[in-house]
């Protein structure tokens, strides 16, 4: 009889659980506060107050009060989604692409810079991954037809987005979520995610390249062998790169720009240029607006923007769910009155420990918990609004908590087989798990070691 094999929980089951655990947990944990002033907790004025353990209609109603508590996030995820959605419909990124691919004819290998760029791009503004998958048949036969082997193909996108979202700058899925539970504004830290950004795709260009150009000289260089890899795909329909795509390509940079821009605190900055101090309501308006212009352009019916809209929102639904499922979980342990209790051990762990150490730690700790919540939107949902607290006690600011969570949820999901994008584009080029993890190690190793710089840095000039 054949063995069934263990199988990782998804992370609704997950966050359940860990809602569960959460509510017997205020049975045991001492209920206590802290002095708050302008939302800030006081250092050293924690007290124990009256306990409220928390019953079975707490946990089955926590969810819905997380919904209820990040209903702004809710509401632009689905926005982004839907802005998304009309987008990629029209055709206008599969032109683009197809474009630049045929004015690089024998020039192949200067595909790897352009495109991770690009899929970089994506990453580190609104958090290209999922995204991804559409890209994986249109361009792995085109690497494969170059020479090279499924590796490549698969890393040009896997890696050229990945290293964007580790360094994510305005990503929404991970940077402004995490932001807004950590009480920040998005463009607080966003210098050190530039320069984060711009020294980790240049490692990940440099890593494919350099392999790709192993491979092209000596195939048998290859981690998945000499001819695997091959697939049945048809290039033989184009999609042209009209006026109007080239238009809508425009408004899709735009809207990002315009949210960039929205975000950044100018006036804080000390700059000259007028600061719209947008958040979450504006810009869900921002890419609801983004969206129906892109549809007039392409000429869609009032129907056809609205179903493709609602469409596009439904496939960011999944996101929305745990955000709602993860929230609940802070709703519950600040009704049992044990959040600012373990926020007090926190600070009694912590007492002493300098910025840098602190700031290293907590990225160490968000490495296997990703693994256990690959969404980096439910895991910056659960986590931030406890973590965060704890860095003003040890001087570290909530931007550099940010990068810390991202950077380490970003890396993970690079190689984490509960990511289904990973599972996905490795099925598509037919690249066993365990031949991408020997491929991918070295250039994991040098984001872990290069992430840890760049949070010293961060945490000593902060």
């Not at 690089?104 to 609104?126: A, D, S, V």
């Not at 036969?141 to 896997?158: E, H, K, M, R």
């Amino acid at each position: 009889m054949e063995k069934k094999k263990f199988r990782m929980p998804t992370a609704y089951t997950i966050l359940f659980l860990l809602i569960i655990l959460v509510a017997v947990a205020t049975w045991f944990i001492p209920a206590g506060s802290y002095d708050y002033a302008d939302g800030v907790p006081v250092a050293g004025s924690y007290h124990l107050t009256e306990p409220n353990p928390q019953g079975v209609g707490a946990v089955l109603t926590a969810a819905f009060h997380g919904f209820f508590d990040a209903v702004d996030v809710c509401v632009f995820i689905l926005m982004v989604g839907g802005f998304l959605g009309v987008v990629m419909k029209t055709g206008a990124v599969d032109a683009g692409v197809g474009a630049v691919i045929g004015k690089l004819g024998g020039r192949e290998k200067w595909l790897i810079p352009i495109l991770m760029l690009f899929f970089g791009l994506g990453g580190t503004t609104f958090g290209m991954w999922e995204e991804t998958m559409a890209f994986y048949p249109l361009l792995l036969p085109v690497f494969l037809a170059a020479g090279y082997d499924a590796v490549v193909g698969i890393s040009v996108i896997l890696l050229g987005a990945g290293a964007g979202i580790i360094a994510s700058t305005v990503n929404p899925f991970a940077t402004g979520i995490a932001a807004g539970f950590a009480g920040v504004s998005l463009g607080e830290g966003i210098l050190l995610r530039i320069v984060q950004w711009v020294v980790f795709e240049s490692a990940a260009i440099w890593f494919v390249m350099s392999y790709a150009a192993k491979v092209k000289k000596n195939p048998s260089r290859s981690v998945v062998g000499v001819g695997a890899g091959k697939l049945h795909v048809s290039m033989e329909e184009k999609i042209e790169f009209t006026g109007k795509r080239k238009l809508i390509m425009v408004v899709f940079a735009a809207v990002f720009a315009v949210m960039i821009y929205g975000v950044i605190p100018f006036d804080e900055l000390g700059s000259p240029l007028p600061a719209f101090g947008w958040w979450f309501p504006e810009l869900s308006a921002l890419f609801l607006v983004g969206g129906v212009l892109v549809g007039l352009i392409d000429r869609m019916r009032e129907s056809e923007i609205a179903e493709t809209f609602v469409a596009g929102c439904a496939d960011m639904l999944g996101v929305s769910l745990i955000i709602g499922i993860s929230r609940g979980i802070t709703v519950l342990m600040n009704e049992g009155g044990i959040t600012d209790t373990i926020l007090h051990w926190g600070e009694q762990a912590l007492s002493g420990a300098g910025p840098v150490a602190f700031v290293l730690l907590v990225y160490l700790i968000y490495l296997p918990l990703t693994f256990l919540i690959p969404s980096s939107s439910g895991l910056a949902t659960l986590s931030i609004p406890v973590i965060a607290p704890l860095g003003r006690f040890a001087g570290v600011g909530g931007d550099l908590v940010v990068t810390a969570f991202q950077s380490a949820s970003g890396l993970i999901n690079i190689i984490t087989p509960t990511a289904a994008v990973v599972m996905g584009a490795l099925a598509l080029g037919h690249v066993p798990y365990d031949r991408w993890l020997k491929y991918v190690w070295k250039l994991i190793l040098y984001f872990l070691l290069l992430t840890a710089v760049f949070l010293t840095v961060g945490a000593l000039l902060a």
